[in-house]
């Protein structure tokens, strides 16, 4: 009896704990949160030089904090040559080896940073598009930072938290969370409505319409494909869209420019890209709703450079405020045109273009339509 009692006091004191540091992660994001916030609005206006001077001095923090606290990069950095704690340039920077998604998954106990407490680590992986998923930890400054980033976004095309937002989206692990009846009820609290987009028909696109057209979102997130999709099937009926009365947002795929014609004379709203991905979160985002804008870099939380000099090259991410897992130099799996003059290691503060990726959906016989980025998740 004694023994049960001491092993009840023990399971409550882990519960306890396992609280404590919850709450405690839970604030520190909301603190990273607010900080993050703050800096946009304020470093707003800053030009080329000043940004590049911030850019490289977080990096510096960046790379010594991995190369300090994980025990993979330290190992990388003396492979290298290389001594983060000198202070080093972007040309420098460039030399170190590109990051690839197998090692990775190869190494992710070794990314792991030891200063930050496995109670504040939140466990998250990718959908799979660019073949076996990735899982990868974040603690509370790398959330706070993500999230305040998207949300400046948001908010800077006029949808601020709490108006109504309605997701033509899909991802397996989100789908599945919408089925939860917490996740339903923060639904319905912060005025969101998911409709899923990885099995479409025009039956069922119609029904999205009359439900949207009844809901009157004050903004649309949806995936390319699957918005064009839904412009192409109410301009076969000669209907138009009377929602959203603000913003349409586009994302997880490249936008082409027969995709947005359509969506232009399918719905009023202007039409903005974001670009973004789950391992690395909110990357860039066209606040100039036309098809030739730029997609803006959040380089408050990133350092975004191509990989080799040409025009359009792959992407290499560094995240400037990955506490429990660093990502230097990252090939996150997408092309982009870049910038005339861009050069590896060194920050880029817009993309000309994002290329890459645009997945084939599965089209039925009967008209029904699966997504390509569903498909994967089929064969599991």
Known sequence: MTRGREWLGRGVSAALEAARHLRA????????????????????GWDAARREEHV?????VAVRRAAREA???????????????????FDAFARLPVLERPEIAAHTEAMLATAVAPAQRKLDGTGGSTGVPLQYWSGPEERGWRLSGQDYFMESLGISRGASVAFLWGHHIDQRERTHWKERLRDSV????????????????????RDMTAFAPSALVAYASALDALATTLLERGLRATYPSTRIVTGA?????QQRARVEA????????????????????????SSAGALEVDWANLLIEPETSDEQSAILVTKLHADAMPMIRYRVGDLARFPVGSRPGTPVFALSEVVGRQLDGLHLPDGRWVHGVGIPHLMK
Do not use: M
Request: glycine fraction near 8%; include cysteine.
């Open 190 to 209: 912060t005025n969101r409505r998911f409709y899923d987009c990885f099995r479409l028909s025009p039956a069922v696109l119609l029904d999205y319409h």
């Open 71 to 89: 025990p993979f990069f330290a190992e990388r950095f003396r492979a290298a040559g290389f001594d983060p704690s000198r202070d080093f340039s």
């Open 266 to 289: 399918a719905f009023a709203a202007p039409v903005h890209e974001r670009y973004g991905s789950r391992d690395v979160g909110f990357i860039a985002g066209q606040y100039d709703g």
């Open 253 to 257: 795929e490249k936008l082409w420019p």
């Open 25 to 44: 992660g839970t604030r520190e994001v909301a603190a990273h949160y607010s900080a993050g916030i703050r800096f946009r609005a304020t470093a707003q």
């Open 56 to 60: 490289l001095r977080q990096l510096h």
